[in-house]
């Protein structure tokens, strides 16, 4: 049996991280690569919806922080049970809270999932308010091209810490216009599966 690659993916709302993902597991699947794939706040919000009474997925963000980390270790000990050859674990490195910046990926988040390699999905700042501004299927909070900048530098700040608590490689791949493919076949390298492998 083959030991799972655990690879957590991140980026801030708005850089294509969703469609790219899409896109690694297609190809994943054209070599013939179990692969499963969690979307960290989905997870989140399944357990939410059954122990908090919480009806909308941005509604996370608005719990307390003592709510958001049990939350969180429910969702990782959920993933963590997972044996495909790859697992995927599409999240954020931070939540905006009242209280300030929240780690997506705390250590007791990190200590469960065991993740052998991190990924960052960045692009423009201008990009990423044109994507925001068009995105019309979340109920996102308007920002300024300074804050995106701001987010992209906590996310960084964020991974990585957290590479340095698990001792596993990052990753920054650039989604720019027009190139998902060249993004997806970058992670795909950057799991080890390629050539088949």
Avoid: W
């Amino acid at each position: 049996m083959v030991e799972s690659k655990r690879v957590i993916i991140v980026g801030i709302p708005g850089v294509g991280k969703t469609t790219i993902v899409s896109k690694v597991v297609d190809i994943l699947k054209e070599k013939k690569i179990s692969v499963s794939v969690f979307i960290f706040g989905t997870v989140m919000f399944d357990e939410a919806k059954k122990t908090k009474g919480i009806q909308s997925r941005d509604d996370l963000r608005k719990l307390t922080v003592r709510e958001q980390k049990d939350l969180q270790s429910m969702a990782a000990k959920k993933i963590a049970s997972i044996t495909d050859e790859a697992v995927i674990v599409d999240t954020h490195a931070f939540i905006s809270t009242k209280e300030g910046f929240y780690p997506g990926l705390p250590h007791n988040v990190l200590e469960i999932l065991m993740p052998d390699s991190f990924i960052m999905i960045t692009a423009r700042p201008e990009e990423i308010y044109n994507r925001r501004m068009k995105d019309s299927t979340r109920n996102r909070d308007i920002v300024s091209i300074d804050a995106i900048k701001k987010e992209l530098d906590v996310t960084s700040a964020m991974l990585s810490t957290c590479s340095i608590l698990c001792g596993s490689p990052i990753k920054m791949v650039l989604n720019t216009e027009g190139k998902i493919d060249e993004a997806a076949k970058g992670i795909v390298s950057a799991m080890g599966f390629n050539n088949g492998t």
